[in-house]
């Protein structure tokens, strides 16, 4: 019984000492810290400049513009001693327009070719001295700023370690100017004279229709443009007018960029606009339609602004007519008994406003 007695009693304490738990506890402090190496170097520019001219690939095609700016500046240094920068890179872009949109058929880049040599770090050479220089020396202290000041300062100002700052990329502009395309909505305004009066039969005229503008630029320093192209509407017989009209414009406009990127674009125009009238049942509004005098051709005067974001293109213009839609002269006598003839125009004079949505490319 001692022997079960003692067994179990050792069992109990054997049991006791492994649910034992030993628990410590640390403090922990953050320090923030950074290791710095800055390495400096010449750079060897080579006088000479060279040319280089590619046609990009499909895959270089995808990257979009900068894309095919990099692949040629690259192919251009590879061909040229596989230099490490091109200094003051200037581009020729040729590019090819469809429906779809634009694309870069060939690019042609210039420049410098230059290597960096005599690899350093700031601090091994004397220029980096403050004192030897004559530059006050700044107190660094441990977690500010002053450190990075203190060795941007240095960058800017060492005579053999000299940060070169490559100019921006020159692209010239591209001549072949800008499309578009667009969906219209005109309403046509007339007013009708009978009899050298002006009558209350004045009316709108709803012509739904489509158009094509292509503009181009006029010279390499204004944003001036000169835009013509061919608009198409037709608005179905109402109110006794059934019109088709085949508009074609001559407009100067000036594109104005807002903001830094230069999305979205206010393009203010003015200019001629010339209509021919295949469809022009005008007659019906004088005298019930006896008298013919329809103008197949009209002459007007367009003002109105394009707002571009990106592709995407709002107008609103209107036109004013200096021809009529219709005129026809009568003859008349003041009296039965006076030869004296006195000429009364019939005529339907005309304005439209032109609202449109549409895609430039």
């Avoid at 058929?105 to 230059?114: E, F, L, Q, R, Y």
């Avoid at 395309?181 to 305004?189: D, E, G």
């Avoid at 103008?295 to 602004?305: D, H, I, P, T, V």
């Amino acid at each position: 019984m001692k022997s079960k007695a003692i067994i179990i009693a050792g069992s109990v304490l054997l049991a006791m000492s492994s649910c034992s738990v030993v628990q410590q506890t640390a403090t922990t402090l953050k320090s923030d810290a950074s290791v710095r190496n800055f390495t400096v170097a010449d750079l060897d520019v080579s006088p000479e400049r060279i040319h280089y001219t590619m046609e990009p690939t499909k895959a270089e095609q995808r990257g979009g513009l900068s894309n095919i700016k990099r692949a040629a500046e690259n192919k251009a240094l590879k061909e040229n001693g596989n230099s490490d920068v091109l200094v003051d890179p200037e581009f020729i872009i040729e590019q090819k327009r469809n429906f779809f949109g634009t694309k870069v058929s060939k690019i042609t880049v210039s420049g410098h070719p230059a290597k960096y040599k005599n690899y350093r770090s700031l601090e091994d050479t004397v220029w980096s001295n403050p004192a030897f220089r004559g530059i006050p020396s700044i107190v660094v202290k441990k977690g500010s700023n002053r450190e990075e000041d203190r060795i941007m300062k240095m960058l800017a100002t060492s005579a053999p370690g000299k940060i070169y700052e490559e100019p921006a990329p020159r692209e010239r502009r591209n001549p072949s100017g800008y499309n578009r395309i667009m969906l219209t909505y005109s309403p046509v305004y007339s007013t009708v004279t009978e009899n050298g009066v002006k009558a209350n039969k004045s009316n709108t005229h709803n012509a739904p229709g489509i158009s094509y503008i292509h503009g181009f630029q006029l010279g390499h320093s204004l944003p001036l443009y000169l835009e013509t192209g061919a608009g198409w509407s037709y608005g179905p017989k109402s109110n006794h007018l059934e019109l088709m009209r085949i508009s074609i414009p001559l407009l100067a406009t000036y594109r104005f960029a807002i903001g830094q990127s230069g999305n979205f674009k206010i393009s203010p125009y003015t200019g001629f606009n010339f209509a021919l009238n295949p469809i022009n049942d005008s007659k019906r509004m004088i005298d019930n339609g006896k008298s013919s005098g329809e103008n197949f051709f009209q002459l007007g005067w367009q003002l109105g602004a394009n707002f571009t974001y990106k592709r995407f293109n709002i107008q609103i213009g209107y036109t004013f007519d200096f021809m009529p839609l219709y005129k026809k002269s009568t003859n008349d006598y003041t009296s039965f008994y006076d030869e004296d003839e006195v000429s009364r125009d019939n005529k339907v004079t005309t304005g439209a406003l032109t609202i449109g949505l549409g895609w430039e490319f």
